[in-house]
């Protein structure tokens, strides 16, 4: 394990006892006279093992510290520039489709439909401009007519 | 008696070309959509759920359980051909099928892994026909305390054995499942948990788009940050499919094996195919006159791992409907769909339900015989879509996610809810988290937090009854054991254990 990635884990662990917390708080409040009737129970024994387990998680990541390898310097220049590729076409799917869901609603969804798979496909250079407008059009024209003409889904 | 004229009633129920015809484009799509690496058995369950939620519940269910067959079958195409198992239960195969494909054999291992794969099916089906009444009828003497315990159990075992290292990730992103399934209206005193005062939430977390956000986001992301696309390692036009009947009688011990292991592990609540298709491929190795074939191209291995992973689907059908556990990752998002048509599998589904069972078994037998010709009919097809850049594909993925998780309740709130499982499953996947004892969580919030205050006010506020009740008790020494087990020191027993025994048999 890299020291980026144990930190990396370190994070994640810290973000989940976060959550094992607020539940806990959550579900105090909850509580009424007759404890084991309440709706506040189950989640205060969840949250609470959830902590529990976050802090035996924390015990075994710094046991794991000891095995850490240092960052080797001379790593595979075509390995590092794979790993920026991979990061860069992540992020840039993430934001697609972030970008297709908040603009659901306020663009009719055929038309946004058949521009995000426009877009996506030309940003990624998956094919042709007359191939991808044409497997956008027919992705499109499929998902309207299965889910709005025959299943009748209003459509965002 | 009874059960086996609804049997007959539903396997004549499915020759109508109104369901046949669905299914039979369910079964093909499993098999293309199983063959597609990244595509997994469990997103495009997932994925149709989500689209057929408008559908009969006699269409839609059959749907579900061809493209599940055909999805856990699809995999061993792309690992044979591509080295890259199309679904994670077919990882077991690549390391015998992609050698012996590199030796010109790509044909007669694929052949192979149709006929292991119905095999297994067929032999799981069994299982499913004669467990899953016995187990009901065990259920009903079942009180809140055991479903209760159950619950745990489920979680803490399916923690536990889908991940190698480092168990207790396993654990946390389970109960982590069962937290979510706290969100909404209580059903019990009708006062709302972690809803943020937000309308959409009383109703709790909507499973389909949680589903298909941990499965199907989560999936066009990680295929998407791989920049290079797969090679095949033969030429298309030279691949002849062939069964070799020899191999298959040669095997017998291993399939009989392979198919009970598949069985035993589909049982044990959200383990999976995957690792019934790996135990059952180690203790073929292990067994095998030809161990040091393993890795370099054995048939064997091929037919352990297949055999495996088709009889792990009658194996996870059988908590599932007698207990409303599901038995598999894949499994548990069939639940999710076959809550969506009303059906409510667990103890009383015999009562509530008669013959939904057997309609069930007739659908599966459905599904194998489909898989069994469309298999062998469609294997060059299968090929060419493994050509299929993922740059084209994955957009179309995620437009289905999208679309199928508005679909379910018409509302764009359900495509924000897959939006964030999709991130949240994205970031544990990469960090090592699995992901489905948290579907599991999600599944079995409800039985949980139901029957764990339902046992207290019974027992007025005791806690005993828990850990004094018999089933209980073996239910925790489960639990026990697989804690233990994943501790180095029981590890280190159990080695000076077998070498001790080891050195007593010299």
Request: aromatic share 10%; glycine share 10%; net charge positive.
């Amino acid at each position: 394990m890299s020291n980026k990635k144990w930190l990396t884990e370190i994070i994640i662990a810290t973000c989940i006892l976060v959550f094992g917390i607020y539940v806990i708080a959550g579900s105090i409040p909850l509580l009424g006279k007759t404890p084991f009737n309440s709706p506040g129970l189950t989640p205060l024994i969840l949250g609470i093992i959830t902590t529990v387990l976050t802090i035996f998680l924390f015990i075994v990541l710094f046991n794991l510290r000891k095995k850490i390898e240092p960052e080797k310097e001379n790593k595979d220049k075509e390995e590092r520039e794979l790993q920026g590729l991979r990061q860069k076409r992540m992020i840039i799917t993430i934001i697609f489709i972030l970008l297709y869901v908040a603009l659901l609603g306020k663009i009719p969804y055929t038309i946004l439909t058949f521009l995000f798979l426009c877009a996506f496909m030309l940003y990624f250079k998956s094919a042709s401009l007359p191939k991808t407008i044409l497997i956008s059009l027919a992705i499109t024209g499929g998902i309207f007519y299965v889910f709005g003409t025959l299943m009748r889904v209003p459509l965002p | 008696m009874q059960g086996f004229s609804y049997l007959i009633h539903g396997f004549l129920n499915l020759l109508d070309p109104k369901i046949l015809l669905p299914m039979t484009l369910a079964s093909i799509s499993g098999i293309l959509i199983g063959a597609l690496p990244g595509l997994t058995a469990t997103m495009s369950i997932a994925l149709l759920s989500g689209l057929t939620y408008d559908l009969d519940p006699g269409v839609a269910i059959p749907m579900l359980i061809a493209l599940y067959v055909g999805a856990i079958y699809g995999g061993s195409q792309s690992a044979i051909l591509l080295n890259i198992p199309g679904t994670p239960s077919a990882a077991a195969t690549a390391l015998d099928g992609y050698p012996l494909a590199k030796k010109g054999q790509a044909g007669p291992a694929i052949g192979l892994t149709r006929v292991a794969s119905f095999y297994g099916g067929l032999v799981g089906i069994i299982a499913l026909t004669i467990a899953t009444p016995l187990l009901a009828k065990l259920a009903l003497k079942f009180g809140s305390w055991e479903f209760f315990v159950i619950a745990i159990m489920g979680i803490m075992v399916c923690g536990s054995l889908t991940i190698d290292e480092i168990p207790v990730k396993g654990w946390i992103t389970g109960f982590m499942g069962l937290i979510f399934a706290m969100v909404g209206m209580d059903n019990m005193t009708m006062v709302e948990r972690f809803t943020f005062g937000n309308l959409y939430l009383q109703s709790g977390i909507s499973l389909i788009p949680a589903l298909i956000g941990l499965f199907g986001f989560t999936e066009v992301i990680t295929v998407m940050a791989e920049p290079r696309q797969a090679k095949l390692s033969i030429d298309s036009k030279k691949l002849k499919v062939s069964i070799p009947f020899k191999e298959i009688f040669q095997y017998w011990k291993t399939t009989i094996r392979s198919a009970l292991i598949g069985i035993g592990i589909g049982i044990i609540p959200g383990v999976g195919e995957d690792i019934a298709a790996w135990v059952s491929y180690g203790a073929a190795k292990n067994t095998s006159k030809n161990q040091e074939e393993f890795g370099r191209g054995s048939k064997e291995g091929i037919i352990a791992a297949e055999t495996a992973n088709n009889s792990c689907i009658g194996g996870a059908s059988i908590p599932l409907l007698a207990l409303a556990i599901p038995g598999s990752g894949a499994a548990a998002v069939l639940l999710g769909g076959i809550w969506l048509h009303g059906i409510r599998p667990g103890p009383l589904i015999f009562k509530e339900f008669p013959g939904f069972v057997y309609e069930y078994i007739s659908m599966q037998v459905m599904a194998n015989i489909m898989l069994l010709i469309f298999g062998l009919l469609i294997s060059n097809i299968t090929i060419k879509v493994l050509l299929v850049k993922k740059d084209i594909l994955m957009p179309i993925v995620a437009t289905l996610c999208v679309i199928g998780s508005y679909a379910v309740n018409t509302s764009v709130f359900d495509v924000y809810m897959m939006l964030f499982f999709g991130i949240l499953g994205f970031i544990l996947r990469v960090n090592g988290y699995p992901l489905a004892p948290m579907t599991l969580g999600i599944i079995l919030g409800t039985m949980a937090d139901e029957n764990l205050r339902r046992a207290l006010n019974i027992g007025k506020g005791s806690i005993l009854p828990f850990f004094t009740r018999p089933l209980c008790v073996v239910l925790w020494l489960i639990v026990l054991v697989m804690i233990l087990s994943r501790s180095k020191y029981f590890k280190q027993l159990m080695r000076k254990l077998f070498s001790k025994k080891q050195t007593q048999n010299i």
